[in-house]
């Protein structure tokens, strides 16, 4: 058997399977769709762990559907126009952009309880048009909030006289990232930290490559905020194999990043804690039905990780939690 | 002025200008781009574009192209890892098993592009999205790290005792010479040319044309699979992200070494001269301090240039014949 | 239409072919069909080491047909092949090349982007020992190649190195023709070698045919230009709707005599 064969096997054995766990669907269990982007990275992993938890706890049916690739908002939208046409008690959205906008519409105008989560992208040209949407419950983090909340608690692991700070994106295509570095940015102009842009990649080899030229060519760099795991993971093996003085900060906590700030090659992370976005997202559509209780706002970027707490987010990420 | 233009026939000078030119223009913009750590940094990327790049390279000499490599760079390190990592397996058997089931995908590209006869852009982009979907079924994204490396890691991406390279830049070396040997000093290089130029009259001369494509298809996968394996060792974690759009960097850099698209003409150190050029070029780019994002569109451009370039060169030489 | 004869120089000290000994390749009541459609029709014809032999006809004579079985492309579907005598029978190409069969077809003799020696000895490279490996004696295939060359008189070219796109499609097949000599081919086919060149190039074509001829190999070719069979052939076939209708000996026709058998033939069908 060749490993085409085998790849197509074992994802029609995938198929088939999800296929019978929607049809055994039959009960009088609510059942809770969460669209989402991505089926392929740690985050989002997570985010099915937090989804599949509140299934049990809540008692109702929780199906999240993602594409089978990341293809960003377009991949997101027939599986809304999916969930709508199966009625559920209600749906979950990663309203990444206007481009949901449609989508949610047909979901309220059907009478489907709504909650946004991970992204409520309202800003500039994706101001909805349906005024509803802006008031829809939000669970999940500000990026760029979460950007000033982990430079805020950075600052002074910085050295206290302002020295120039790296900021590191590993994806310059993604909004997201970009939204985290304004953030960032604006703490370190309030404290009179000067900072310089490095577009970086998602190959961690290409970036410690990258990362060691932009400190050789500006070595008053003190400090390096990588906007996501692939910067921040190089930068630490950088700094560290080169014995520098030179303190990191991240977005997000995956294995290698805890290991690191373990050992001290990473300062602080910000952990959104995607398990509990679904999570509370699904929760808030349980409560609606079973209580009539309108959803609510969670923020779920509060979670700040530093060699003190390691462990603990350590232990978490082995559960599938973090 | 005849000689000067027989130089130029040498397909491996073009590139050697280019990245001297390269060097000279970074050195004297920057005051460290010769420094030990800048070294490390553009061989830390070239090393492993540049051992892709010569599987590709043989490949694209017998006129096929492989879009599955940069999978394939990440698909063997996480089979690997899978088995040591994971579950104990001894390393060097988990190595072995990891490195035949990169080969096999080789065998399938050659056996699809040559059983079928389809274009190998085809039967290699379906790959590619194969590797992919097997890549997240293996790890769905998930990191697995070894940060206390193994002898076998070791031996793959340790550091070279103290100078500033990595085990890959010597790996590198030493892969570039034997396939140096292969494409030049053995009738097999002579075969993998004639099949890449003109299959026909190849076939007419009795050169088995499909073996050597099939061949040259396992080539290609197996270096990228070690390549990949390299990376691991090195940077002891392996993402599904490793070796996102290799695949063209490597067409890139042996393009930019003098590699034909159309198969018949290539040389493996133009390859590494190619995959050197395009490393110093991303590094030296972030020394200067221009934004990042910038590199892509020079590579872009200058991906052009050179094509433009060497065919006016190839013009220009066959007339003082 | 009548094109201006070629010379071929030293045509009148042409030495007849002996045929005493065992011919290089003999066909034995060979016919053939395509499923139904039956195109040879029991032809019996022998080639003799150092002879060339035309082959004419009409289109659709079945020329190439017959051309393709002598090289192993077509299996005839009755008689017998010999080669040097003995009964044999071909799976491929491959197999005829094996036993020193050599067809040089135009479009397909040489491979453009490689250079003079690597094309001259491709698929049949001088090795020489390396340790434990067999490499290319790169210095004797260019000496050789060279010497076949200048031996051949194209003159034009200076290296070994030089790429074969520079040369014409006659000198390739002259080169193609000096290949098959050099590794001791024992019958050459050609399929019309002379269509659409020059002047200059048929002769230097032909030329190389009967130099090939002189090494003592059989050649068969096709041609539909009668100036170009006339002088080089020793035998000229003239097949007609899949049927040997008539061989003809070295001098015995002229040019014109033989365009109007064609002809003839061609209006009034046996």
């Known amino acids: 058997m060749t490993i085409k064969q085998l790849a197509a096997g074992i994802g029609f054995a995938m198929l088939a399977v999800t296929a019978v766990g929607h049809g055994a669907v039959a009960d009088d269990k609510p059942t809770i769709y969460i669209i989402a982007p991505s089926s392929s990275d740690d985050f989002w992993i997570t985010q099915r762990n937090g989804a599949a938890q509140a299934a049990k706890d809540f008692g109702a049916n929780v199906i999240v559907q993602a594409p089978p690739q990341d293809t960003g908002d377009a991949g997101m939208v027939p599986l809304l126009q999916a969930a709508i046409a199966a009625k559920p008690a209600g749906i979950a959205i990663d309203y990444t952009s206007k481009t949901m906008e449609a989508g949610t519409v047909a979901a309220l105008n059907a009478g489907i309880p709504v909650v946004l989560y991970n992204n409520n992208r309202f800003e500039g040209d994706n101001k909805p048009s349906d005024p509803r949407i802006q008031h829809l419950a939000f669970v999940g983090q500000d990026e760029s909030k979460s950007g000033e909340v982990l430079t805020r608690a950075w600052l002074p692991m910085l050295p206290s006289k302002p020295c120039k700070v790296l900021v590191v994106d590993p994806f310059p295509t993604a909004f997201v990232l970009t939204l985290r570095g304004d953030g960032v940015k604006r703490v370190l102009d309030a404290a009179g930290y000067p900072h310089s842009d490095l577009a970086a990649t998602d190959d961690q080899n290409q970036n410690l490559s990258l990362i060691s030229a932009a400190v050789q060519a500006d070595p008053s760099i003190c400090g390096i905020a990588a906007l996501g795991g692939p910067a921040a993971n190089p930068a630490a093996r950088f700094i560290t194999q080169n014995k520098l003085n030179i303190s990191v900060s991240t977005f997000d906590v995956g294995p290698e990043t805890a290991e690191w700030i373990k050992g001290g090659g990473i300062a602080i992370a910000i952990n959104q804690q995607p398990f509990l976005q679904s999570y509370y997202a699904a929760s808030d559509i349980a409560q609606w039905v079973r209580y009539s209780l309108a959803p609510v706002n969670v923020d779920t970027g509060t979670s700040l990780v530093t060699k003190d707490n390691v462990d603990i987010v350590k232990a978490c990420l082995d559960a599938g939690h973090c | 002025m005849r000689r000067l233009l027989s130089i130029l026939r040498i397909r491996e000078v073009t590139p050697l200008i280019g990245l001297l030119v390269v060097a000279l223009f970074f050195t004297l913009r920057t005051t460290n781009f010769l420094s030990g750590m800048n070294m490390t940094a553009i061989t830390g990327i070239a090393a492993t574009v540049g051992i892709v790049a010569i599987g590709v390279t043989m490949l694209m000499m017998s006129g096929e192209f492989d879009l599955s490599v940069g999978q394939n760079f990440a698909f063997v390190p996480i089979v690997w890892a899978i088995l040591f990592v994971s579950n104990h397996v001894n390393e060097w058997l988990s190595l072995l098993i990891a490195l035949a089931l990169g080969v096999l995908v080789g065998v399938v590209n050659g056996l699809v592009t040559t059983v079928f006869r389809i274009p190998s852009f085809i039967a290699t982009l379906g790959m590619y999205f194969g590797l992919q979907g097997m890549n997240n079924l293996l790890i769905s994204g998930h990191q697995l790290i070894m940060f206390d490396a193994s002898l076998s890691m070791t031996v793959l991406g340790g550091p070279i005792g103290n100078t500033p390279f990595s085990m890959p830049l010597l790996w590198l070396l030493v892969i570039a010479v034997i396939f140096w040997f292969v494409s030049t000093r053995l009738a097999y290089g002579n075969w993998t040319l004639a099949t890449g130029g003109d299959a026909g009259p190849a076939k007419a001369m009795g050169v088995p044309t499909v073996r050597v494509k099939r061949i040259n298809f396992v080539i290609s996968s197996f270096l990228a699979g070690l390549a990949g394996c390299m990376q691991f060792a090195y940077l002891r974690g392996v993402t599904q992200a490793q070796g996102d759009k290799y695949e063209l960097l490597a067409i890139t850099a042996a393009v930019l070494g003098g590699t034909s698209l159309f198969g018949g003409s290539g040389t493996i150190w133009g390859s590494v001269l190619g995959a050197l050029i395009l490393s110093s070029i991303q590094i030296g780019l972030v020394l200067i301090g221009v934004p990042g994002s910038f590199y892509v569109t020079f590579i872009g451009v200058m991906l052009v240039v050179v094509v433009i370039a060497n065919t006016r060169i190839d013009r220009i030489t066959e007339g003082t014949r | ?270």
Do not use: C
């Not at chain 3, 579907?77 to 040097?84: A, I, R, S, V």
């Not at chain 3, 009964?87 to 491979?111: N, T």
């Not at chain 3, 020489?128 to 060359?149: E, N, Q, S, W």
């Not at chain 3, 002769?203 to 190389?208: C, D, G, P, Q, T």
């Open chain 3, 1 to 270: 239409m009548s094109i201006g004869i070629v010379e071929v120089a030293g045509e009148v000290a042409v030495e007849p072919v002996d045929r005493t000994g065992v011919p290089v390749f003999e066909l034995d009541h060979v016919s053939h069909s395509y499923g139904r459609n039956k195109v040879i029709f029991d032809v019996n014809l022998a080639v003799w080491p150092g002879e060339v032999v035309g082959l004419v006809g009409d289109n659709g004579a079945g020329k190439s047909t017959l051309l393709k079985i002598f090289a192993g492309y077509q299996k005839p579907t009755g008689g017998q092949l010999k080669f040097m005598g003995k009964p044999v029978s071909f799976k491929s190409p491959a197999a005829a090349r094996a036993l020193g069969i050599e067809a040089v077809y135009q479009d397909l003799a040489m491979v453009n982007q490689l250079n003079l020696w690597r094309n001259f000895y491709l698929g049949k490279e001088m090795k020489k020992r390396f340790g434990p490996l067999a490499v290319m004696d790169r210095r004797g295939m260019r000496k050789a190649t060279i010497d076949a060359l200048t031996e051949l008189g194209l003159t034009r070219i200076r290296s070994a190195d030089d790429p074969v796109w520079a040369l014409s499609g006659g000198e390739r097949q002259s080169v193609a023709i000096t290949r098959a000599n050099h590794f001791g081919a024992k019958l050459l086919l050609l399929d019309e070698p002379t269509a659409a060149l020059s002047v200059r190039e048929t002769r230097n074509v032909l030329e190389s045919i009967r130099r090939a001829r002189s090494h003592g190999l059989g050649v068969m070719y096709i041609d539909h230009n009668m100036n170009h069979v006339i002088p080089v052939a020793d035998r000229i076939v003239l097949l007609e709707h899949g049927r040997v209708v008539r061989i003809i000996d070295r001098g015995e026709v002229g040019v014109e005599e033989l365009q109007e058998l064609i002809a003839m033939r061609r209006h009034n069908p046996a």
